[in-house]
């Protein structure tokens, strides 16, 4: 890294040196080499080789400038625990998982280095090179893009640092979040009201979400706590949006259902499908949004568990609504009634004019309306008058009528 700066620099080219195929091919083994010496279990899993690159920057100025040698002996404080005498960096085998047995830097270190390096950083001396404060300020990977030495021809304003960034790639970040909150609202204009103008938005949402990830993360090289916020938001905003637009487009489908079949859109065919296809889109909603929750490194168990006791108190207050909608289920499966037949019983009669989820409604011979829950409906003893069929029909060929009173 130290190398390739220094050439760019006595050069004066306005585009960075790039290492050949086989340089390049070495260095990434390196990157794993280095990253196998570390406990990233604690790192979410979308960031891990970004942390632990960072990581083992950091831990190298530190080991660097505590005038650790390779041959210093490590002091035990426990079993399977060891700490590198003058640091609080600790070295540790794991127990458990897919690498139970390697030995490596401890998670507990990977979390503390940060403020390790920022507490031994100001004993360093200027003139000396800091691999991680270049890996963070500078642009791409290990080694910056060649279009890098536009950045560092820049006015020093734009290079100065704010934390562990610069103002360029700070501004970076601020137009990224800009076009996130503002772009997707643009679609107002072009689509009218409704689920296809969410379907619209949360798409666009989603593909500027990664645009953004792409070069705030990766192109721009955001690092340390500024990289972990960026990466949270983009990563929230595309699985909200991914999630958003599973659940719209089972509303598009569930509407147009009725029209494109040529259905009654009150008769119990069309609502149950309607209800099928809200109860598809809200479970890949879900599923999605928890996904995203867990890649993003949030407890997604100790949530569902915490819902699960929620859950079973909403189900128990439910109990009427859920046995309506089952009721209107078993009604659409037996066929027994349909929009427009003549029904009769004990206490009700009419014509019936929509059958949802929770009641069917029904058109007395006054003009009235009657409501009567799925669940009461299901009950009853029901005579079916639009279905009726004549003695005359209903007698084999040849029979004669019986005149007998």
Known sequence: MERYKLQREASGSWTYPQPDDGERQRIDYLVSEVLETMDLSAVPEWSREKIGAETAFMIREILRLSKIEPNTPLRQIGNDLWVIPGTYIQIGKISSGMRTGDITFT?????????????????????EFDTYKFYTESPGGIIPPAWTGFVYALPSFWLNSFGTNTVWQWTLFA????A??????????????????????????????????????DVGSLTAQGALVASIIFSIAFYVSLSLSAFMLSEIVARNYSRLNQLNPKNIDSSVFRLLCRVVGVMAALGIAGYGLSAAGFPVMGIVAGLGV?????????????ENLLAGVVIYLDKSVHVGDHIESKDIEGVVEEIGMRSTRLRARDGTLISITNSELSDKIIRNKTRAITPASNEPDGAEMDSTP
């Open 175 to 178: 137009i990224s979040l800009l």
């Open 180 to 217: 996130l909150a503002f772009l997707p609202f643009s679609l107002r204009r072009i689509f009218p009201e409704g689920e296809v103008r969410m379907l619209g938005v949360a798409i666009l949402t989603m593909i500027i979400a990664k645009i953004s990830n792409y070069i705030v993360i």
């Open 107 to 127: 998670a507990d270190t990977v979390a503390n280095v940060p403020a390790m390096y920022r507490k031994i950083i100001p004993k360093k001396p200027r003139s």
């Open 310 to 322: 929620g859950g079973l108190a909403f189900a128990l207050a439910a109990k009427p609504t859920l």
